[in-house]
């Protein structure tokens, strides 16, 4: 996936947060947005990701524009932002945090335990962490939550 960002403005209210930012993202790549809390970062991936509308600039995906209404139509095209502050439910297992939501289910609508352990371990395979699906996530270190966070995107 090929992801273009161009001449991207985004104000909140009189404050202005970008102005003129372009971003390229190419498959393969690894990128880290670094800068000064109030830099605008977040505010770049929330505007991919739909949270937030652009007030000017085009996104281009895979050479179409394209913008989304909420993260969770970006997440269904294969865009998801991972944010630097932890979203795991300390008193839930490692395995339901990665599931939350997207439970996977039996035809009976019975949790499919096997199917989302098989998923879990092949994520984390490919992520080579190693964490106990059946720990809870508070009792993780602060690496493994992260990838924990990673490997629900994906």
Same mark, same amino acid.
């Given at each position: 996936?090929?992801?273009?960002?161009?001449?991207?403005?985004? $104000?909140?209210?009189?404050?202005?947060?970008?102005? *003129?930012?372009? %971003?390229?993202?190419? +498959?393969?790549? #690894?990128?880290?947005? /670094?800068?000064?809390?109030?830099?605008?970062?977040?505010?770049?991936?929330?505007?991919?990701?739909?949270?937030?509308?652009?007030?000017?600039?085009?996104?281009?995906?895979?050479?179409?524009?394209?913008?989304? $209404?909420?993260?969770?139509?970006?997440?269904?095209? *294969?865009?998801? %932002?991972?944010?630097? +502050?932890?979203? #795991?439910?300390?008193? /839930?297992?490692?395995?339901?945090?990665?599931?939350?939501?997207?439970?996977?289910?039996?035809?009976?609508?019975?949790?499919?335990?096997?199917?989302?352990?098989?998923?879990?371990?092949?994520?984390?395979?490919?992520?080579?962490?190693?964490?106990?699906?059946?720990?809870?996530?508070?009792?993780?270190?602060?690496?493994?939550?992260?990838?924990?966070?990673?490997?629900?995107?994906?």
């Amino acid at each position: 996936m090929n992801i273009e960002m161009r001449n991207i403005h985004k $104000s909140f209210g009189t404050n202005r947060v970008l102005t *003129g930012v372009d %971003f390229d993202l190419r +498959e393969g790549e #690894v990128h880290a947005l /670094m800068g000064e809390n109030g830099a605008g970062k977040s505010t770049l991936m929330n505007i991919l990701t739909g949270l937030h509308s652009r007030d000017e600039g085009t996104i281009v995906i895979d050479g179409e524009e394209t913008y989304f $209404s909420n993260p969770k139509e970006a997440e269904e095209k *294969g865009i998801a %932002f991972i944010h630097q +502050e932890l979203n #795991v439910w300390p008193d /839930m297992t490692v395995l339901d945090n990665l599931f939350i939501g997207k439970e996977m289910t039996s035809q009976l609508g019975f949790l499919n335990m096997k199917q989302m352990k098989a998923l879990a371990k092949e994520q984390f395979g490919k992520l080579a962490v190693t964490i106990p699906l059946t720990q809870e996530a508070g009792e993780c270190s602060v690496g493994q939550q992260q990838m924990i966070e990673i490997a629900k995107r994906l």
